[in-house]
């Protein structure tokens, strides 16, 4: 078990990818706190997690309120003494172009996107660095990397953002042992901001021609990056932006 003893926390992880990272490392021997707004979402994970005979717990999380940051760290040491890991994974996806897009969803996009993940990262390094050690993964995406639709240009700012933050913090954080990462995903099947409504089966097909391996992969792509990431396997790594893409971006 590549995280036996660990403690991880996972925002977000009420579904999607979130949830899928959080039943991996449970799997791989960590105990993990459930961070998520929507606690019936949150307490269905811990249920699967303790299914695997693994330790869970769920906190209640508004990404983009500061006390709400530091209350899951604060919360996740109470039960498990100490914090090992922290994926943030929370987020909002909006369509709002540089044209439509209001001030409200703007503020909203960055608080949920990017200043958020800022703040959870401030909370959990002073625990990580009287450990000696952490990691951190911050959840981007391939619209960080590229463009690929041209009606997003505040989704893709804050996720873009999220690279340059980390990166920062991987170079600030480096001295006292803290490796930060990121992870882009590609196409994923998930229904964040109502993606399965929105991506029909001719959409899917369409977007699929660019990826180089045809397919449109499901959250538990995101799982062994996430592990790799998390576990001593990569002590030695930080700074990275892993794209897990299906090879999208390198065919441009």
Known sequence: MKLKGKVAIVTGAGRGIGRAIALGFAREGASVA??????????????????YGGKGIAVKLDIAKVEDNQQMVDET???????????????????????????????????????????????????????????????????GVRQCNPDRTAYCSTKAGIISMARAAAVELGPYNICVNTIS?????????????????????????????????????????AIFLASDDSDYVTGVNMLVDGGWCASD
Request: glycine fraction near 8%; include cysteine.
């Open 77 to 143: 040491v109470k039960a498990f003494g100490r914090v090992d890991i922290l994926v943030n994974n929370a987020g909002v996806r909006n369509q709002a172009s540089l044209f439509d897009c209001t001030p409200e969803l703007w503020e909203h996009a960055v608080d949920a996107n990017l200043r958020g993940l800022f703040w959870a990262m401030k909370a959990v390094t002073p625990y990580m660095i009287k450990q000696g050690k952490g990691k951190i993964i911050n959840i981007s995406s391939l619209q």
């Open 34 to 51: 459930v961070a998520n707004i929507n606690m019936t979402n949150a307490a269905e994970t811990v249920s699967q997690i303790e299914a």
């Open 185 to 225: 995903p590609g196409t994923i099947e998930t229904n964040m901001g109502g993606l399965k409504t929105l991506f029909t089966p001719e959409i899917i097909a369409e977007r699929c021609k660019y990826i180089p391996l045809r397919y449109r992969a499901t959250p538990d792509a995101l799982i062994g990056p």
